[in-house]
């Protein structure tokens, strides 16, 4: 372990081994790792320098530790996945939860905003899913996902979608959604807008647009949100 040595605590040296190791797929989702000692002995550390960089991991859910069990790498699951990444919630945090209608896909050419935000060639292929997402049964979120079609052979003649997509990322693709780059800002229902949501023209909606990024730093989906936040509110927890 003695990549940048002069700058790096040796724990994040560990760190940045295992979470390579991870996004490479050395270690599967919901696969155990070896243990402390095990890790300590193949890099030549202290078993505190492994837990230390375990405990990083673990903060940052990439892993998680079962009592008695091991550790393993975390599995994206369709209930973690929305708990992490939906953040509409009803007034005093209590969390909504989503479901899908009405998705529509299709292959096309980038255009030059969304090459930007996803890094690619201008022209490159992507895959544009629309989808509605309902409220306790009220369509409540029009959702329009752009995907880098090389990263995601043969989804778009793939229906029905789940109702989160990053575990299907994960599972069927091996790219694992840690983080998300959002920006959020108020906006007029348009037209488009009041027919999907059921809302008046000009009415006050949330508009949301994100890009996805995985384990490795992929750029893997940007995602432009229309939210009717009428009787919810956009919920996060800092710390």
């Not at 078993?47 to 230390?52: D, L, P, W």
């Not at 990322?169 to 949501?197: K, M, S, V």
Request: hydrophobic content about 40%; proline content about 5%; charged content about 25%.
């Amino acid at each position: 372990m003695n990549d940048s040595p002069h700058y790096r605590p040796l724990y994040r040296q560990v760190y940045d081994f295992l979470l390579k190791q991870i996004a490479e797929g050395g270690w599967r989702p919901g696969e155990i790792l070896p243990s402390e000692q095990q890790l300590a002995v193949r890099l030549n550390v202290s078993q505190g320098t492994v837990r230390k960089a375990l405990d990083t991991l673990a903060v940052d859910k990439l892993i998680e530790r079962r009592q008695g069990k091991g550790t393993f790498v975390v599995e994206q699951t369709q209930e973690s996945a929305l708990f992490r990444f939906f953040r509409l919630a009803q007034p005093g945090g209590v969390r909504a939860v989503p479901t899908s209608d009405s998705d529509s896909l299709r292959t096309r050419k980038a255009k030059p905003n969304e090459a930007q935000r996803l890094r690619l060639e201008a022209g490159a292929m992507v895959i544009e899913i629309a989808r509605t997402r309902l409220i306790d049964g009220k369509p409540t979120v029009f959702e329009r996902i752009v995907l880098p079609k090389a990263l995601f052979p043969n989804l778009d003649g793939r229906t029905p979608l789940p109702n989160a997509l990053y575990a299907l990322y994960q599972r069927e693709y091996g790219i694992n959604i840690t983080t998300a780059e959002e920006e959020l800002h108020a906006d007029l229902a348009n037209r488009d807008d009041a027919r999907r949501l059921g809302v008046a023209e000009g009415s006050p909606i949330l508009h949301i647009e994100r890009v996805a990024i995985g384990l490795d730093g992929t750029r893997a989906e940007y995602r432009v949100s229309r939210c009717n936040t009428t009787a919810l509110v956009y919920a996060v927890q800092l710390s």
